[in-house]
């Protein structure tokens, strides 16, 4: 590899209008498209839209695979870009076209960091090195993931722990219970 990262930028279309809505399915598909790619996951933040749509970040030591959905044209926007030779965003790619039921998706790939550009310097930070690194903790995967709802007359953001804890769906309508940080469990229906 001739340069220092490799950026997909994909669209996907015919998904899932269902699928592109569902924040918990989104996230755990991202992780585990990144895992799969041979990524280090470090932190993950995902936003549900109201009505509808999600924006999402996976940040891995690599780098980063970040989403946005528009579920009523079922179609999702996706960037895929990992640094050094030990991930393969086509591996993610790939996971996430099955995991959205994507009709098809295009991608560009461009390499990022061209070294043909750059001239490599030594740096030798001493004592400030040695004191930053005796700092640094290894990070655990952490999840940030919010639910938003507003009209003219209100505009509400909770922030729950990304995990479902029921969902039924009738002919009628779609219930779900999330479990927030702040104020127990929280029930929607239809996303509201």
């Known amino acids: 590899m001739n340069s220092l990262g490799r950026h997909i930028l994909v ?23 990144a895992k799969e790619a ?4 470090i932190s993950s933040v995902f936003h549900h839209f109201s009505p509808f749509g999600v924006s999402g970040v996976v940040v891995i030591q690599e ?26 965003p086509w591996i993610s790619f790939d996971k996430l076209k099955a995991a959205f039921e994507a009709d098809y998706g295009s991608a560009l ?22 004191e930053a690194t005796n700092k640094l903790v290894t990070p655990k995967q952490s999840r940030s993931v919010w639910f938003t709802d507003k009209n003219e007359n209100i505009a509400l953001s909770i922030r729950h722990k990304g995990d479902r804890v029921f969902r039924e769906k009738s002919p009628y309508q779609t219930v779900e219970i999330f479990d927030t940080f702040a104020y127990g469990k929280m029930l929607t229906i239809d996303r509201w």
Do not use: K
């Open 109 to 130: 790939e461009m390499n990022r960091g061209q070294l043909e550009l750059f001239e490599r310097v030594d740096i030798d930070l001493g004592e400030l090195r040695d």
């Open 63 to 88: 780098s980063h695979l970040a989403i946005h959905t528009w579920p009523e044209y079922r179609y999702a926007a996706v960037d895929l870009f990992t640094c050094g030779h030990t991930v393969n």
């Open 38 to 41: 041979g990524a280090t996951v």
């Open 11 to 33: 669209e996907f279309f015919g998904c899932s209008a269902e699928i592109l809505n569902d924040v918990p399915l989104i996230e755990s598909s991202m992780v585990a498209a």
